[in-house]
Structures are given as C-alpha cells and as structure tokens.
C-alpha cells in the first residue's frame, strides 16, 4: 500500500535561517506530489506542485521554493525564513481519482 | 478559474443529529470530482467522500453522504447520526478530470455538542 512520510512534525527556527522540509512517498512511482501551507484558521494554499523528477509548478511568488531529486522524494526549502512563513506544511500526492493522500504535517513557527 | 466555496465558516450539532454541510463550485467543465476532506484537531487531511461528476448517484460511506448537484454545481456533506468524532474542519475540494490541481474551499468548523 502507498504511504507518505514527512517530516519533521514541528520545527521552531529563528527569522533569517535556511529551511527543508522534506516527504517521500513509498509504494508507488511518478507520483504527483504537492507542498500545501496552512495558516492558523485558514484553508490550504498550493504552493508547489511536481509531475515528475526535476518538474516544478510555483503557484504563489513567495520565499519558498521546492525541488524533486528522485521520484518520490519532495522538498520544501528557503534560503531565508520571514515570520510570515509560519504555518502548518502539507505535503500529499496524488494517485489519480482516488484524491490526494496527505502527509501528517509539519509546523513551522519562526521566531 | 475555478473555485470552491464554503459559505458556513462554523457549523455546530447534537450528537446522533443530522448535519448537513455546504459546498458550491464554479467551473465550465463537464468532467471533474469533487472530495470532502476532514482535519480533526491532529491536522491529519482525511479523505471522507468523493464523487465523480459523471455518475448521477450520490455517494455514500457509512454515516457520510453527498447530495451532488451538477446543474446547480452543489455538492453538499450530510453526516447522520453524528458522533464526538467527527467533530473537525470539513473541507469540500474540486479537481478536473484531466488536471493535477486541487481547489479547496476555506473549510467548515464542525463542533459536536454532547
């Protein structure tokens, strides 16, 4: 069975430090992968999203930006973070019809 | 572009009551699916429903139910009998057939009261 993996569940970091959130997808290949935020009380806003190795979608401008090394691994990285990029990271992937599968999350507060 | 509306930001209900959760969309295609998504308080994005614009019957599971209507482009959530569990943040979400980007509305806070 397909399962998704992400991590860490929380993290705490300064204003100006670099970030990677990593997720990898186990039991199924070329998936399409996304990296959704969620701010406190807010819906999901689609960051990124990936149809294969090396292929990035951006839908919002921002801090952020996401590469795809293997197939079904997705990162989510910033070189700086700005207290504005505090919130709840999902990352899913999506097998068709069937509709996303989430990870579990991570959140993120910048300090 | 299309879009997911969610026009009841909090809903509450008496357990073992029926609650009926709305969503309307915009689109100009003719094949697409549509998805309720539950967030209990862990966060976790939990699949609930989904329904495939092509079929005319409504899909269920268990105590979960849509009332899909495609002229009207509604695709509402009904919950029978509902239990301290199911208290969360419904989201109602949209993807075309051919498309690899899901819509989702700004969600429905449910609370559960005993």
């Known amino acids: 069975s397909q399962t998704i993996h992400q991590w860490p569940a929380t993290l705490v970091q300064p204003v100006g430090s670099p970030l990677s959130l990593e997720c990898t997808v186990e039991g199924t290949s070329n998936p399409n992968l996304y990296w959704y935020r969620q701010a406190a009380g807010r819906g999901l806003q689609l960051l990124f999203y990936?149809?294969?190795?090396?292929?990035i979608s951006s839908e919002v401008p921002q801090n952020l930006s996401a590469s795809r090394p293997q197939d079904r691994q997705f990162i989510l990285s910033s070189k700086k973070l700005l207290l504005s990029d505090s919130g709840f990271y999902l990352c899913a992937w999506s097998g068709g019809a069937i509709g996303y599968t989430f990870g579990s999350g991570t959140r993120l507060t910048v300090v | 572009a299309q879009t997911v509306t969610q026009s009841q930001p909090e809903m509450s209900v008496q357990e073992a009551e029926t609650v009926t959760l709305s969503c309307t969309y915009d689109?100009?295609?003719?094949?697409?699916?549509l998805f309720w998504y539950k967030q209990p308080p862990s966060r976790q994005m939990i699949l609930v429903i989904r329904?495939?614009?092509?079929?005319?019957q409504n899909a269920t599971e268990n105590r979960f139910s849509v009332n899909f209507q495609k002229a009207a482009k509604s695709f509402s959530l009904k919950i029978s009998d509902s239990q301290l569990g199911d208290a969360a943040m419904y989201f109602c979400?949209?993807?075309?057939?051919?498309?690899?980007?899901?819509?989702f509305g700004t969600g429905t806070s449910l609370t559960v009261i005993p």
């Open positions: 979400a949209y993807r075309e057939n051919t498309g690899n980007q899901f819509y």
């Open positions: 990936s149809v294969g190795i090396g292929q």
């Open positions: 329904q495939e614009a092509y079929k005319q």
């Open positions: 689109t100009s295609e003719s094949d697409y699916y």
